[in-house]
């Protein structure tokens, strides 16, 4: 049976939040979060180096890093793992499968960003459950986030769904629909006042309308 007790002091995150910032040793140097800002961020966690999972996950990720730049993203990942664990593993898996890995990697061995961005819980000494990614704008505001557990791997291509849809809406005022890719059509937000509902006599599907997205945005539609 699982416990669900909730923790005290459990640090809370929001969309619309500003992302902690944070300043941390990384497999390419210093980084800060704040120095990220004028681009799109992707700041995720993974429970430890030399898992399987994680493995996937960075395998993935970079060979998807041009596709995230493309979107003016970048990717910055986050564990409890020393940096040169960090090293260590870098070089595992270029050896072993022929893959650089293209992006930081945070040493975080107090647990003080994962605690602040509550990735884990206050006072446990574990960090094996921690796969959250956060989506933080070029303002350094948390736009979305997704929490997984350390069984189940991300979806890159979601990732990047979420990257795109973000910017897709910042762009203009609509909003996507469920399994929206880039090019599909999006959506119009329906008027919020009676009198505008109720003059549509020829549209009952006021609460629901779409438009081709503009190519000059996406490209070419599918």
Partial sequence: ??????????????IGDLAPDFEARTTMGSVSLSGYRGRWL??????ADFTPVCTSEF???????ERFAELNCALLAVSVDSLY?????????RDAFGVTVSF?????????????????????????????????DPEGVIRATVCYPATVG?????ML?????LQRVDADDVVTPANWQPGDDVLLPPDEEQAAALAMHDDVTWFYRSKADRPDLTGKRK
């Fill in 154 to 158: 991300r979806s890159v291509d979601e």
């Fill in 42 to 47: 992707v700041l995720f966690s993974h429970p």
């Fill in 1 to 14: 049976m699982i416990e669900t007790t909730r923790m005290p002091n459990w640090p809370t995150l929001r």
């Fill in 85 to 93: 664990a960090h090293l260590a593993w870098v070089r595992a898996i």
């Fill in 104 to 136: 930081p990697i945070v040493e975080d061995p107090a647990m003080s960003i994962g605690l602040a961005y509550g990735m884990i819980a206050v006072g446990t000494t574990d960090a094996a459950a921690m796969r959250t990614s956060y989506f933080i």
């Fill in 59 to 65: 395998i993935a990720l970079s060979r998807a890093a």
């Fill in 161 to 165: 769904r979420v990257v795109a849809a």
